[in-house]
């Protein structure tokens, strides 16, 4: 695409995010029925957009029926939007709720299934679990108090202690305890550096595609998406130093170490002028590394932030996937201006995570029965990977195998409509995840994430013979 179609392509985002704006403002009850909204010129110089573009969200608006307008004075709420939510609660005192909560992969994951490819978790069945039991059991005995107290809002002192060390060992970096935080998995720290860095329309930049919580989350902060195509080589480097001059985004959320969905995984050689670019370019960094260790071909690149020396890299690193997924751990490694944002932001949302869970995964963790866990991991994704791969070869149907994680990127033939492939598939039994909630720009259509983790080899076999015959019926 030439300069003037991508000018043209931002300026069609443009608008829908300034609709969007609107929508959530009203939503919010900062704009009520009948009250008129700002004018163009007013919200144009709010947001700092050209007037023409809110002109198009107001069009917009009215064609929706969110909004009238009255000749020569200006556009109103509507008081009769169908779409409005609204809660009664006694006869005379009506909830109206703050704006539509969306978690696009929760509303799928949420149905049943016997052949779950949706869940890019992995089968209780592969996990430690008598192991785990045992270790509850000591924990209790170490801490008989444990369930009498609270952990710190940065989390218990020990663990970030032996986290530090771990990361030292591993990544070759210097990290004191102070800087690392304990939350309740990657998604809470997500949320977390949403609400201390999004105000609205704040643009940020996002991989497309990205993991679909995150597009979710930041939505609902009403940030302004500035996408990152990511390929099996990367990222095009040259495109990411022109958004960052060109938008100066708040930061740039990325997924480089078995992507999720689609598997790659960003060289070495990126990371390094990622990081300058950031430096650079005073942007964020935000790396959400959830399946660091779950490599098939060797271990992959080292983490962004170990080459960051100035404090542009937040560092996701969770351990829950495939330690104990119900114990919910994750840290976060971020500069000290940082962390002091991260202990408000905390303390607001649960005052500290669940001690209990912190101690038992401590002592787990330093276990060597850890490791040998990890290895015979590895080698079972590999093998439900490679059935996967085998059942789908027959169709033609496009991906890059990943060398770790837990999922496939598939690119379906555009003959099938993946929501009615996806509602049939459902009718048997069967989920995915389909790509357009992946996409920040939504336009992903025939794309699929298939997680060959969660569901045993018999099954998995089956379930994607029984996706295959659903395909054919629309050859």
Known sequence: MNE???????????????????????????????????????????????????FRAYQMLKHNEKVYVKEKSGYYVNPNDPDRVVLEYGEDQPIVASGKLINSLSDIQRVSAAYQFSQALIDPNLLPNLFLSDYVKKVFDLYPKLMGTYSTVQGDEELREVLSRYMMQNHHTQLQASDIMITTGAQQAIDLLSRIFISPMDAVMIERPTYSAAIDIFRQQRARFIPVDIHHYGYDIANVERLMKQYKPRFFYMNPTFHNPTGYTVPSSQRKQLVELAERYRCLLIEDDAFHDMHFDGPPPQPLFTYDTEGWVVYLRSFSKYVAPGLRICAIIASPTVMKLLFTAKSLA????????????????????????????????QVRRDIMEKELTPTGWNWVSPRGGLNLWIKLPEAIPVEQFLKECMQQSISFVPGIICDPLRKMRSQIRLSYSFINEKQLQQGVKNLVTVADRYS
């Open 350 to 381: 649960d005052n500290g995570s669940p001690l209990v869970n912190q101690k038992i995964f401590l002592h787990y963790f330093q276990s060597e029965r850890l490791q040998q866990h990890i290895e015979k991991l590895r080698i079972a994704l």
């Open 4 to 54: 003037k179609g991508m000018a043209a392509d931002d300026g069609k985002r443009l608008f829908k995010q300034v609709y969007d704006h609107v929508i959530h403002r009203i939503e919010h009850g900062e704009w009520k029925a009948h009250e008129k909204l700002p004018s163009i010129r007013q919200l144009a110089e709010e947001l700092g957009v050209h007037r023409l573009t809110v």
